[in-house]
DNA sequence: TAAATTTATGCAATCGATGCCGGGATTCCG
DNA sequence: CGGAATCCCGGCATCGATTGCATAAATTTA
């Protein structure tokens, strides 16, 4: 089988001690130059590479870092991803994915076998389903640095990376309503969700500035993010059969813009019928055709940013105790390209 | 900082020595039943789990694999991770993931560090840049195991998972000579790799079919899939500006297909003017305005299988020789909906 | 009762790399 | 020329868990 060189074999190669061999190798002051010569060019000739579990154990240090995302196979968090990977790479660390697909059970199970010991840090946007958040306090308790990003909670106090949910939200309503709509629904995710929340607040905040009326029929949750079967169509469904049927959506997740376009289209609904304006990280919105308003996250930028502050923590050197919340902005565009943008970063 | 609880702890605690408790926890035949209760249930009750980095270094096996892809924020890739997921967690390996960004470089280093001995095994989908393997046979000669999935290549022997790619081109070009078109164009990616050549056969073979003469012309590649900026209009606008231009487009790949619309509407063509049929795995194409007639390919199984295989692998007790080549089923959608199907699984 | 056998546990080596300590050899200085 | 400083390098322990072998105690057998 597969039998790596060590530095043993090159410490019987050229009659040497394994310690002066792994001196040499990093430059240990405590080596003659001429001997750290013939140790690298040995090392080397014969392709040695260090063992990263050795040094692991030794070190209590993996060079890698887990994230807990509740699907990758989403717009959003892939780019995320890519966001987080690129950081990682350079820095010399390595990424460990894992999907909570908006379980409660599943992140829980994740993140521990992720932090036992195997990991130095955790960047993670939190799955629907979960309200006790018990397994992350003890983790962070225990010294683990953690990051969130994207869907982040209130009662762990860490570094934290968000767009400006509440005024997307906000601009995203108001646009509607620019567009001479006033019965505006909502679809929103699960409710206890921190996007969940704050966008609820600036959907709320547009229609009170422009003395709409809030109605709580107008409003549909998905608890499952879109996740069941039928879930969004049926969400869609109720906002169309009220009696005073809603004229334009106002949709706060990506997967939910999606779905909310295609159950339009089975309702053979056109855009001027009822005009979507929601959040979506997909590639391809400018190409829809039951066309779409949509605040588009820089995704990208956020996994970026998470990893360097998690990467920040991990190697502090000394305990962190001011943490810091980045409010990223996010870009409205409108049906036919961009033309507002949410508020501008400086 | 974080001290996880360690077998000695427990052997401290209950005035045994460490092996004992390593065997009364993996429920060792030597041990009395009184001893195993009373270790387990301390273990239990102080959360104990084992260091998998210690076991790593013991038994030399990590239980992780390695995924080189070459973006994770693209549908098919995003998908065969989630099926790469779901496997990999079920038995119980950690995933790695990391992208070359169809660079060679990238490869090259991503790989070497995923299998520098931190990794039990390889899946990869080769970057459009790559000529070169010698990466990966000097891995695989050493007894690496490594599965290919899509983009595979003939030079090492192992498994390999990837789908019908002759006959899928094929039927996505006859669907458009069907529907009364002859100057049928391709849109290709790098033209060295194995998705490129086989589906390229299958264009030339449906023309050859219907006794349409293969026009050289009529063929762009895009050698850096259409990741560089530009590359895919320009190839478009090349086709379009022809003397004999063509009127319909096979796109092969994912992400040039969406590239191909993107163009298209940006000339105002009309889907009647042009229609175009491509690889897509985009969870949105039947929502999208030029329309697309699509080759769907079951990326979550392609992961699945091909962790499957890796694993089998990874866990035979006698090195395996037989290799297999698992060929899976495309589907063919219609611009608006599904209407043939690729060669049915059987 | 002594010997053989079983049972239950501990000791020590191992995996690969590194840090601490100590020691031999050379050089330096008085 | 002798003692000290310096320079290089080897030995041993360590990280956490496993495992072959040794061994003490308990039990059985002769």
């Known amino acids: 089988m597969f039998k790596p060189v060590t530095i043993k074999d090159i410490a019987k190669a050229l009659g040497l001690s394994p310690s002066t061999v792994s001196r040499a190798l990093r430059d240990g002051y405590e080596i003659s130059p001429e001997t750290k010569r013939i140790v690298k060019e040995y090392a080397d000739k014969i392709d040695y590479r260090s063992n990263p579990i050795a ?17 990758v196979a989403n717009s959003f968090f892939s780019q995320a991803i890519n966001g ?6 350079n820095k010399g660390y390595r990424v460990i994915i894992s999907q909570s697909h908006d379980l409660y059970e599943r992140e829980v199970i994740n993140t521990k076998h992720l932090a036992n010991s195997s990991v130095d840090g955790l960047l993670i946007s939190m799955a629907a389903e979960t309200t006790d958040f018990s397994h992350l306090s003890s983790l962070h308790e225990n010294g683990l640095p953690i990051v969130f990003f994207d869907r982040v909670i209130d009662q762990i106090q860490t570094h934290k990376v968000i767009v400006n949910n509440f005024s997307s939200a906000f601009e995203a309503t108001e646009l ?12 929103a995710s699960a409710p206890h969700l921190s996007i969940t929340t704050e966008r609820m607040d600036g959907y709320t905040a547009a229609l009170n500035k422009h003395s709409i009326a809030f109605n709580p029929e107008y409003v549909q949750y998905c608890p499952h993010g879109g996740r069941i079967y039928g879930e ?15 004229d334009a959506i106002f949709v706060s997740s990506d997967r939910l813009s999606i779905g909310c376009l295609r159950a339009l289209k089975k309702f053979h609904l056109n855009p001027e019928d009822m005009p979507v304006a929601g959040f979506s990280n997909s590639d391809v919105v400018e190409l829809l055709k039951p066309t779409l308003s949509y605040v588009r996250q820089p995704a990208f930028e956020m996994g970026r940013i998470a990893t360097e502050l998690l990467i920040g923590l991990i190697e502090a050197k000394y305990p962190v105790t001011e943490f810091e919340t980045k409010v990223l902005d996010t870009e409205l565009f409108l049906n036919d390209g961009p033309l507002a943008t949410g508020s501008k970063s400086v």
Chains 1, 2 share one sequence.
């Open 84 to 89: 987080i990977e690129s950081i990682a790479y």
């Open 55 to 71: 040094l692991s154990l030794k070190g209590r240090r993996s060079y890698s870092i887990g994230v807990v995302v509740c699907e």
């Open 232 to 246: 969004v169509e049926d969400a869609v469904k109720k906002l169309l059969s009220l009696p005073d049927s809603a």
């Open 176 to 187: 509607l309503i620019k567009r001479g709509h006033s019965r505006i629904a909502h679809l």
